[in-house]
């Protein structure tokens, strides 16, 4: 199949083909051919812990999208085994409504290997997705801990969700994905101790000085769909300000230079592992071994 | 093409919440290093092979425990070739008797697995079908 060519007709298989490309190693000619068709789409991610209701929310949110006609690619990030290298991707049980929706895509992509939340080839999944013409991209993260913040990066709107009952008032003041929201969602709002979540995130923002956008608090029960016009509408702030503002450009160029870290940094790793298979196995220290094999890759 | 995992669509169809046997298969094409997706329960045939082809699986795998596999499995086959994708390999596996897995055979499953086929036999297909797939299509 003509990949590009079928990718311009808008054959499914070809931006499904695209993307395994992609996960490959072997997607640069076609992201290079389909970038300047990329730029359209609002791109939000939704982190937070395992079980929080992530796949439920992207389902919830699908169907908010989808009433307001616009066209949706959803990328879903599981972990893969650091033993087999296999996954079971599994997030798709709970879109199974969209399935069959001509203007829904869904790709599930394992993490394989790759740390901080997304695979290494979900920024290719995000820029074949715009290309092809989705209006929005929802991006799935993994089920992370503390500091897997990638997503941040990628996103230009990102929602942080939170659950009740998992952790004392301290859990919330603590670094990492408490710093990259742009909008907290604390779901399974009907649990009775979402209360006190909700009052710890607010006392926590109130301690700190904000500049431009101040992260705001939505509360869902995703499962029934309630909060999720709320939460649609908060994401349209979000929007809304980053285009007033001309912040949209800074998350786009922001974007950019965090793939562009990646793929170089990919390709200075390959080097790396290549000089120091090749190192003799003498007992220099950690410091003085590091310090001859940079020293060799610089005179490569 | 070993630069990619081989990624199988593990789906239950119809009225037939009975997923213990797909879970076990999922697990097991899971820690022979392949990107399982397993699509929940309840799907029909459309979902199914849509799944299939927005994950740009090599194979799909249906369980059926319901008594419904003469009506399932041909209709998943038929949207297969609707749908131009008759190069993913379709398997299945469930309660289903020695007469009407030969039918199925025909009409186009690959292959049929029943109740006690060895864990490995599974693994085996799946790796040696799926793989020359991967193959011609890289």
Redesign the interface.
């Known amino acids: 199949m003509d990949l590009l060519r079928e990718f311009e007709r808008q054959n499914p298989r070809a931006l499904a083909r695209a993307i395994s490309l992609a996960e490959a190693g072997r997607g640069a000619d076609l992201v290079r051919a389909l970038y300047p068709r990329t730029g359209r789409a609002v791109t939000v991610g939704l982190t937070g812990p395992p079980g929080v209701g992530k796949s439920t929310l992207a389902s919830a949110l699908v169907r908010e999208a989808r009433a307001r006609g616009k066209s949706v690619g959803v990328v879903s990030v599981d972990p893969s085994s650091p033993f087999s290298r296999g996954a079971l991707l599994g997030d798709r049980i709970r879109l199974a409504e969209h399935f069959t929706d001509e203007s829904v895509f869904i790709r599930s992509m394992a993490s394989r290997g790759h740390l901080g939340g997304l695979a290494g080839a979900t920024a290719d999944a995000v820029l074949l997705m715009d290309a092809f013409g989705y209006d929005l991209v929802l991006i799935e993260t993994v089920g992370v801990g503390q500091s897997e913040i990638a997503i941040a990066e990628l996103a230009q709107t990102t929602i942080v969700a939170l659950q009740p009952g998992s952790g004392d008032s301290i859990q919330v003041l603590k670094a990492g994905i408490m710093e990259i929201a742009d909008v907290f969602v604390v779901n399974k709002s009907d649990h009775p101790m979402a209360d006190q979540l909700r009052r710890e995130i607010r006392s926590m923002m109130e301690m700190l000085h904000w500049t431009g956008w101040v992260p705001e608090l939505v509360s869902t029960q995703a499962l029934e769909g309630r909060g999720v016009d709320e939460l649609v509408a908060a994401i349209e702030r979000h929007v809304a300000y980053l285009n007033e503002t001309g912040e949209i450009e800074r998350r786009r160029r922001d974007a950019f230079s965090h793939q562009v870290r990646q793929l170089a940094l990919g390709r200075l790793e390959e080097r790396l592992d290549r000089a120091l298979r090749a190192q003799p196995d003498d007992e220099l220290d950690p410091y003085g071994a590091a310090d001859r094999v940079v020293s060799q890759l610089w005179g490569e | 093409?070993a630069?990619?995992?081989l990624?199988i669509v593990i789906a239950k169809a119809g009225l037939d919440g009975h997923d213990r046997g797909a879970k076990v298969i999922?697990?097991a094409?899971?820690?022979?290093?392949?990107?399982?997706?397993?699509?929940?329960l309840?799907?029909?045939p459309?979902?199914i092979v849509?799944?299939a082809?927005?994950?740009?699986a090599d194979g799909i795998g249906l369980s059926i425990l319901s008594g419904a596999h003469m009506t399932l499995f041909p209709l998943v086959v038929e949207q297969l070739r609707g749908q131009?994708?008759a190069d993913i390999v379709f398997f299945g596996g469930g309660t289903i008797p020695a007469e009407d897995a030969k039918r199925l055979k025909e009409l186009g499953v690959r292959e049929i697995f029943t109740p006690g086929a060895p864990l490995q036999e599974i693994i085996d297909f799946v790796e040696r079908e799926c793989g020359k797939r991967r193959a011609l299509?890289g």
């Not at chain 2, 094409?29 to 929940?40: F, H, K, Q, S």
């Not at chain 2, 082809?53 to 740009?56: A, C, F, V």
């Open positions: 093409m630069d990619r995992p990624r999922a697990r094409l899971r820690d022979a290093g392949m990107e399982v997706i397993y699509t929940g309840f799907q029909t459309e979902q849509q799944t082809i927005q994950e740009d131009d994708a299509v």
